[in-house]
């Protein structure tokens, strides 16, 4: 009798894990950077962690300076052994637990002592996770990292004729 038990538990933990569904990744956009209406040199921050219009702006030699910082923060929930050891959803794909991260960026454009712009973006995203499926933190913290990103981009984007102005009108 515990033998069938066990065999049929098996089998519905193999089946509910082919049927599972994978979270999905953030498209990649096909289309190049745009950049800024001036160049800049990047003051704080790494090279390959800003958002693609400020990474497009780049120069060494601009009175413009980027400033841009990134933190990430994690969450994890997890459904008790004992819940989830009794509970025979768990063994059909029921989750058993979900991780969310929270990514927080900023960005401020400055040429000499007067700041152009300072922008703030956050993002959240999370998935559930059972015994045989789940994502991992670092794939989490990509498309946490890449939503910041494209919200401070298209910040960028919209205010672009505006930061324009305000750059001009302070190298004078």
Same mark, same amino acid.
């Given at each position: 009798m515990w033998l @069938?038990?066990?065999l049929a538990l098996a089998l519905a933990a193999?089946?509910? &894990?082919? =049927?599972?569904? /994978?979270p999905t990744q953030p498209p990649i956009p096909d289309e190049p950077a745009r950049s800024l209406p001036f160049k800049g040199r990047l003051a704080e &921050?790494? @090279?390959d962690e800003l958002p693609p219009m400020v %990474? #497009?702006?780049l120069s060494d030699d601009s009175p413009v300076t980027f400033s841009y910082r990134e933190e990430l923060g994690h969450e994890h929930h997890t459904v008790p052994l004992w819940i989830s050891a009794f509970n025979p959803l768990t063994y059909f794909g029921a989750p058993t637990g979900s991780t969310a991260v929270t990514a927080f960026a900023q960005l401020a454009i400055r040429r000499g002592e007067t700041i152009l712009a300072d922008? #703030? %973006? /956050?993002a959240r995203v999370s998935a559930d996770y059972g015994l045989t499926y789940g994502t991992t933190n670092l794939d989490l913290d990509r498309a946490a990292l890449a939503e910041v990103r494209r919200k401070i +981009? +298209? +910040? =960028?984007a919209r205010d672009s004729v505006r930061l324009a102005q305000r750059n001009a009108a302070s190298s004078r």
């Open positions: @069938r038990l066990m193999c089946v509910s &894990g082919c =049927l599972s569904i /994978q &921050g790494e @090279r %990474a #497009a702006s922008y #703030a %973006a /956050q +981009d +298209d +910040d =960028l």
